[in-house]
């Protein structure tokens, strides 16, 4: 049964940084790009960061760009999110997601994932 299962959000006070995890098993992923959204109250789900299958190459929404960093280490089946400068607006739930093999364009778009996590709550006080 595949899973992944992320973890690292908390409370934070804005400028601080957070570092999310997300763990996946029962599957081999290694070969697919996996990828970051996030959900505030009342919003739709949006594309944060995607990270190709060796991990040389990142893309971010245009908005986080400097902020956060995706990386991802495939001997432990673990993709990561380095979240720095954090804003009150960061606060959402995060969650992550297998992506497709990268073709010819970055996939931010939710329908082109498979597999979601559960979410990790980070929430950034003024």
């Known amino acids: 049964q595949v899973q992944l299962v992320e973890s690292g959000g908390g409370l934070v006070q804005a400028g601080g940084s957070l570092r999310l995890s997300c763990a996946t098993s029962?599957?081999?992923?290694?070969?697919?790009?996996m990828g970051w959204f996030r959900q505030a109250p009342g919003l739709e789900r949006e594309f944060v960061s995607v990270?190709?299958?060796?991990?040389?190459?990142?893309y971010y929404a245009d908005s986080l760009k400097g902020r956060f960093t995706i990386s991802r280490d495939n001997a432990k089946n673990t993709v990561y999110l380095q979240l720095n400068s954090l804003k009150p607006e960061d606060t959402a739930v995060y969650y992550c997601?297998?992506?497709?093999?990268?073709?010819?364009?970055?996939?931010?778009?939710?329908?082109?994932?498979?597999?979601w996590g559960q979410g990790t709550q980070v929430t950034v006080s003024s």
């Open positions: 997601a297998v992506g497709p093999i990268i073709g010819s364009r970055w996939p931010t778009s939710l329908n082109e994932y498979h597999y």
């Open positions: 029962g599957g081999t992923f290694r070969s697919y790009a």
């Open positions: 990270i190709s299958w060796n991990g040389g190459s990142t």
